[in-house]
């Protein structure tokens, strides 16, 4: 089974400064897909990034932007002009097509989560 | 407003007394799925549905029933709620499953007592 890892349970960020989150995958997979949530203390879960695995170019969507380095197996966030309602709890996720189901089947597994906390 | 809305936002109970977590979407998505999230666990996906009386078992099945008899609803029933099953509950809906955004509801804290 495919494992996401995020290594760091805790991070806080200074107001205005860059962050940067942690994700390594294990897969023998040559195409899946990578996403990055976030989950403020609402409990929302609200979708921050995207990535194919057969685009080189890394995605970016404002402040938010990802490494991705695919022989590494490591899709790390980076959060610039922190803000403090950027303070949450970040989840990586890894889709894939499923092993044992039939044709169209993808599964979404996520990592244990990193709390991101931006202090004033 | 696009939305999927879960309901009841917290929830209550004893144990093995039958309970429904109610999934409702407004998207007309195809794709819906269960997961429950447990500190330091992240999110484990529950069961999933591809379309109208399309279901399968995700991660952590045991103990949950599901049904998809109309396009809109995904129900979650505990037919005999244990304690180990007290988590922070998530519908989430898609109109693939590669589609570029999982639509959450907003969560039903469920504890069994």
């Known amino acids: 089974a495919q494992t996401v890892t995020q290594s760091q349970p805790e991070m806080s960020v200074q107001e205005a400064e860059t962050v940067t989150l942690s994700c390594t995958y294990d897969t023998s997979e040559n195409n899946y897909y990578l996403f990055w949530y976030k989950q403020p203390p609402s409990r929302q879960m609200i979708l921050v990034i995207r990535q194919e695995a057969y685009k080189q170019q890394n995605a970016t969507e404002n402040r938010f932007s990802v490494n991705f380095q695919k022989a590494a197996k490591s899709f790390s966030l980076k959060i610039s002009d922190s803000q403090l309602g950027d303070t949450a709890m970040y989840f990586c996720a890894f889709m894939k097509l499923r092993a044992t189901s039939g044709a169209g089947s993808y599964q979404l597994t996520f990592g244990k989560g990193t709390k991101l906390s931006v202090i004033p | 407003e696009a939305q999927v809305t879960q309901n009841p936002r917290y929830l209550i109970t004893v144990t093995g007394k039958k309970l429904t977590v109610t999934c409702s979407q407004n998207m007309n998505h195809e794709y819906m799925s269960w997961y429950r999230q447990d500190p330091g666990l992240g999110l484990r996906q529950i069961y999933y549905s591809m379309n109208v009386e399309v279901t399968d078992k995700g991660d952590v099945p045991e103990g949950y029933k599901v049904s998809r008899k109309e396009k809109r609803n995904f129900p979650l029933i505990l037919e005999s709620p244990s304690p180990n099953q007290t988590s922070l509950y998530f519908c989430?809906?898609?109109?693939?499953?590669?589609?570029?955004?999982?639509?959450f509801g907003s969560g039903t804290r469920l504890t069994v007592v």
């Open positions: 989430a809906s898609s109109l693939s499953e590669t589609d570029y955004g999982y639509t």
